[in-house]
C-alpha cells in the first residue's frame, strides 16, 4: 500500500454509500415510516431492510473515523477542523435549503393533503413553519433529513479533533493499546460489550431524533465506532486480524440477523407478553452482535479482496459524497410522480434505483466540472491530480460498479 492508505475502506466506503440508495428505495415500499409511501407497501421485504440497517451508518462513521486520523497526519489540528467545516458545513446548508425541500413537500403533499404550490411552500419553510402535523407528529422544518449524517459527522470531527490535541503524542499511546486490546475473541466480545451498555442505558430513554442536540443514544453508538476507526486506523495488526476472522465473523453476522427477523416477526398481539418480554434483553445483545459483527465480516473480505489503487476508486471515491446528498431527494421526488402509472412495484422500485444512479451521477459529472459547485457538493477544488485521474477514466467508470 502507498503511503499505507486502506484502499479496501475506499472500497467499502463506495459500497456502503451505494446500498443506501437500496435501503432508501426500500423504505418506499414497507411499514416504516417514511416521507411518501407506496401503496403496495408491506412487510415482504423488510428482512432484507434489517440485514443492513443495523450496521450500515456505524460503518461508515467508523471509516470516518479512520479517514479522520489519516488527515491528521498530514494537518495540523486546527487546519483539519478548518477545511472539514468547510467541506462538511458548506453543502449542509446548501442541502438543507435546495436539496432537501423537496422531500418535505412532497412529505407534507402525501400525509396532511397540502394543497399549496412548491414556491408558497418554500416560503414557510425557511420561515421555520412547524404546523404540518398527523395529531403529535408534526414536521420540523427546516430540516436537513438524511443529511443528518453530515451534520454528526462535522460534530464527531470536531470533538475529535480537540480530544487529539488535548492528547497529543498520547493519542498514539491510546492507539498502541487499543491495538492490543482488541484481539482473539475481544475482537468481536469488547465493541459488542459496549454497543449493549449503550442500547441498555440509553435507547429508551432517547429514541432515535437524527436532531443531533437529544439523539444520545445514537451519539454514543456512532461516536463509539467513529472514535474506534480512529484509534485502530494505523493498528495494520487489528486489520490483519479481522480479515482472519472474517468466515466466523459472516456466521455470527447471518445468525444475528435470523434472530432478530424471527423476533421482530412476533405479531404485537404476542410481543408484549411476559413470555416473549423476558427475552428482550437476550434480543437486544444480538442487535448489538448484529451492529458489529457486520463491520467486521465486511472490512475483513475487504481487506483479503479490495486492498488495491485503481483509477475508478479515486472517481468512485469522490463521486460518492454528491450522489449521497443527491439521492435521497430523487427517489422520494420520482416515486412520487410515478404513483399515477401504477407501475408493478418490483419493475417500479427498479426504475427507480436505476434513475437514482443514472442521474446522481450525471450531475456529479457536471459538479466535479465546475468549481463554483464543487464546495455545494462537499469538493474540493480542482487540481492537477484531479484533472489527470479524469482523463484516465474510460467509459465505464461512471458506474458504480467496479
Known amino acids: 500500500m502507498n503511503n499505507n492508505r486502506l484502499y479496501f475502506l475506499d472500497w467499502i466506503r463506495i459500497f456502503a454509500f451505494c446500498v443506501l440508495i437500496f435501503y432508501h428505495t426500500g423504505m418506499y415500499y414497507v411499514t416504516w415510516d417514511w416521507h411518501v409511501k407506496s401503496p403496495f407497501a408491506s412487510d415482504a421485504i423488510e428482512p432484507l431492510m434489517i440485514l443492513s440497517s443495523p450496521w450500515r451508518l456505524g460503518l461508515l462513521f467508523m471509516i470516518s473515523g479512520v479517514a479522520t486520523a489519516f488527515m491528521l497526519k ?39 393533503a397540502y394543497q399549496g404550490g412548491y414556491q408558497e411552500f418554500m416560503r414557510l419553510y425557511v420561515s421555520g413553519y412547524h404546523g404540518f402535523c398527523r395529531g403529535t407528529d408534526c414536521l420540523r422544518m427546516p430540516t436537513w433529513n438524511h ?57 429508551d430513554s432517547f429514541p432515535t431524533t437524527h436532531a443531533l442536540v437529544d439523539d444520545w443514544y445514537n451519539h454514543a453508538h456512532y461516536f463509539f465506532l467513529f472514535a474506534l476507526g480512529a484509534l485502530l486506523a494505523a493498528q495494520t495488526d487489528f ?78 471515491t469522490e463521486a460518492v459524497f454528491p450522489v449521497y446528498i443527491l439521492h435521497q431527494t430523487l427517489i422520494v421526488t420520482m416515486a412520487h410522480w410515478m404513483k399515477p402509472i401504477k407501475l ?25 466540472r465546475i468549481a463554483v459547485l464543487r464546495p455545494l457538493f462537499g ?14 477514466l474510460p467509459a465505464a467508470a461512471a458506474t458504480p460498479a467496479r
Not at 89 to 102: D, H
Not at 247 to 259: C, V
Open 344 to 368: 408493478a412495484p418490483a419493475t417500479e422500485g427498479v426504475f427507480l434505483i436505476v434513475l437514482t444512479f443514472t442521474i446522481s451521477f450525471g450531475v456529479f459529472e457536471v459538479v466535479r
Open 74 to 112: 498530514k494537518f495540523r489540528v486546527g487546519a483539519l477542523l478548518k477545511q472539514r467545516s468547510w467541506r462538511l458545513l458548506v453543502p449542509l446548508v446548501f442541502g438543507m435549503f435546495v436539496i432537501v425541500p423537496p422531500q418535505a413537500y412532497f412529505e407534507v403533499v402525501e400525509k396532511v
Open 147 to 203: 443529511l443528518w449524517f453530515v451534520a454528526y459527522l462535522w460534530a464527531y470531527t470536531m470533538i475529535g479533533g480537540l480530544i487529539v490535541w488535548l492528547l497529543g503524542a498520547r493519542f498514539n499511546t491510546v492507539s498502541n493499546a487499543v491495538g492490543r486490546l482488541l484481539s482473539g475473541w475481544r475482537i468481536v466480545v469488547l465493541p459488542v460489550a459496549v454497543l449493549a451498555f449503550a442500547r441498555f442505558t440509553l435507547a
Open 239 to 316: 486489520w490483519a486480524k479481522v480479515e482472519a476472522l472474517r468466515w466466523t465473523s459472516l456466521g455470527l453476522w447471518l445468525a444475528s440477523w435470523a434472530l432478530i427477523v424471527c423476533y421482530w416477526s412476533i405479531p404485537e398481539a404476542l410481543a408484549n407478553t411476559p413470555e416473549v418480554t423476558q427475552w428482550k434483553p437476550v434480543f437486544r445483545t444480538i442487535y448489538c452482535l448484529c451492529q458489529w459483527a457486520p463491520i467486521l465480516t465486511v472490512c475483513g473480505f475487504g481487506h483479503r479482496h479490495l486492498n488495491f489503487d485503481s483509477v475508478k476508486r479515486r472517481y468512485l
Open 379 to 392: 469538493l474540493g477544488p480542482i487540481t492537477s491530480q484531479t484533472s489527470a485521474y479524469a482523463a484516465q
